[in-house]
């Protein structure tokens, strides 16, 4: 099963939009997972309105209406694999062995906040996975969201990359 995830949509603010690569990527997708800083609900109607199913976490910057429908952290359940969802994964120290604490029963952790993509694994096989931003690359070279495949018991994560 393919999963298209994003983060930090910021949305809507200015004339700033979801690229078309992006929203291809969303549309083509079984299941959206957003991990917060959507900012308006309008925005996660939108995401709706693409076809799959949209689950997510709310941010630290979302509007009421939107606290109001996502939770501060949930656990997705695709085929065997769980993946816990989470908007600010804390500071960069220790975040991987914290995660791996937070959500002991799950496989990997989908977290954004910073909008850094970032893939890290320990020797056990957990995944922590941020996708970056679709909309708002700040320090980065280009604006990012992630794919994963989900086999049975397994996923693997990618990051793609959507230009400057």
Do not use: K, W, Y
Request: glycine letters at 8%; one cysteine or more; aromatic letters at 4%.
């Amino acid at each position: 099963m393919r999963l298209a995830i994003v983060s930090d949509t910021h949305l809507p603010r200015g004339t700033r939009r979801l690229p078309d690569a992006a929203l291809a990527e969303l549309r083509a997708a079984a299941l959206i997972l957003h991990a917060g800083d959507v900012i308006d609900a309008g925005t996660l109607d939108a995401l709706e309105a693409l076809g799959p199913p949209v689950l997510g976490v709310h941010g630290n910057v979302d509007q009421p209406a939107v606290l109001a429908r996502l939770p501060e952290r949930r656990i997705v359940e695709v085929e065997a694999v769980r993946i816990g969802m989470i908007h600010d994964a804390g500071p960069r120290s220790g975040r991987l062995a914290r995660l791996r604490r937070q959500f002991p029963d799950c496989h990997a952790v989908v977290f954004g906040h910073s909008h850094i993509p970032l893939l890290e694994r320990d020797e056990t096989g957990f995944q922590i996975f941020n996708p970056g931003s679709p909309t708002d690359r700040r320090r980065q070279p280009t604006r990012t969201m992630g794919q994963a495949e989900v086999t049975e018991d397994a996923v693997t994560f990618t990051v793609v990359d959507l230009g400057p």
